[in-house]
C-alpha cells in the first residue's frame, strides 16, 4: 500500500473518528482507538459505522474491519449485519481465517449472506468441499442485490474448480460479476480474483497480466466511489 494513500485513510477516517468521539471521550483519555467502547453515544457509533463504510468502500478492507470490531463491541450492536461487514472487509484484506471466525460467532439459523461469506472464506483458504457446501446452502432470490457480483464470482470459481473444462460457463459467471461491479476498485478486485482462483488450479495468467491487474488494483484504492 502506498504512503501517499495511508495518509489520505489518516486524514478522511482520522477525520470521521475524531468527530464521532469528541464529545464522548475525556480529553486526556489513555485508551487506544482500538478500546474505545463504553461511552458511546449513538451519534458518534453511526459516524464510526460512516467511517468503516467509507473505509471498506474505498479499499481499505482491514482499516475497516478494525472499525467494525469496535462496533461490534458496543452495547445492542447489530451484530448480524455488522458481522457480515466485518467478515467482508476481512475477506477483502485476503485474512479469511479471520473472516471464517468472526462468521462462526454468529449463532444459527445462517442467512444467505452468511453462507456466501463462508463460502468464499473456503475459497480463500482452499477448502474446496466447505465452498461447495456453502454454494449449495444458498439461494440467489435470499441475497441483497449488492451480494450479487460476488455469488456470481463464487460461482465462476466453482465451475473452475469442480468443473475445469467449462471455461466459458466460468467466464459468463465472472464477466456476470465484473459488469454488475459498482466502481473501478471492484472490478480490479473480480479480475485479479478470478485470475488467482485460475492460478491455483494450474492456468497461470501471465507476469503481464497479473502487474495489470495488480496496477488497476492499487490505482483505484482510496477513490470515492
Known amino acids: 500500500m502506498r504512503i501517499g494513500k495511508l495518509l489520505g485513510l489518516a486524514a ?16 486526556n483519555a489513555p485508551v487506544p482507538l482500538v478500546q474505545w467502547t463504553e461511552s ?3 451519534g458518534s457509533a453511526a459516524k464510526l459505522k460512516n467511517a468503516a463504510d467509507w473505509a471498506l468502500a474505498t479499499g481499505f478492507s482491514l482499516q475497516a474491519a478494525d472499525f467494525y470490531a469496535e462496533l461490534l463491541a ?57 465452498m461447495r457446501t456453502e ?8 441475497l441483497p ?12 470459481a466453482y465451475v473452475d474448480i469442480f468443473t475445469p473444462q ?13 459488469n454488475a461491479a459498482p466502481n473501478e476498485l471492484a472490478l480490479a478486485r473480480f479480475r485479479l480474483a478470478g485470475q488467482e482462483v485460475r492460478l491455483w ?6 507476469p503481464d497480466e497479473l502487474k495489470t491487474m495488480r496496477d488497476n488494483f492499487e490505482n483505484n484504492q482510496g477513490k470515492a466511489i
Open 12 to 27: 478522511a477516517c482520522g477525520g470521521f473518528v475524531l468527530a464521532a468521539r469528541g464529545a464522548d471521550e475525556a480529553l
Open 40 to 42: 458511546a453515544s449513538p
Open 74 to 130: 458496543l452495547p445492542n450492536a447489530d451484530r448480524a449485519s455488522l458481522t457480515l461487514a466485518r467478515a467482508t472487509a476481512l475477506l477483502e484484506g485476503g485474512r479469511a481465517d479471520d473472516a471464517r471466525k468472526t462468521l462462526a460467532a454468529l449463532p444459527e439459523p445462517h442467512s444467505a449472506g452468511w453462507h456466501l461469506r463462508a463460502g468464499l472464506a473456503a475459497l480463500q483458504l482452499r477448502d474446496y468441499n466447505t
Open 135 to 142: 454454494l449449495a446452502a444458498l439461494r440467489e432470490p435470499e
Open 145 to 156: 442485490p449488492a451480494d450479487y457480483p460476488w455469488y456470481w464470482f463464487l460461482q465462476g
Open 166 to 178: 467449462e471455461i466459458s460457463r466460468a467466464n459468463n459467471f465472472y464477466v456476470r460479476a465484473e
Open 201 to 206: 488450479r494450474g492456468q497461470a495468467p501471465t
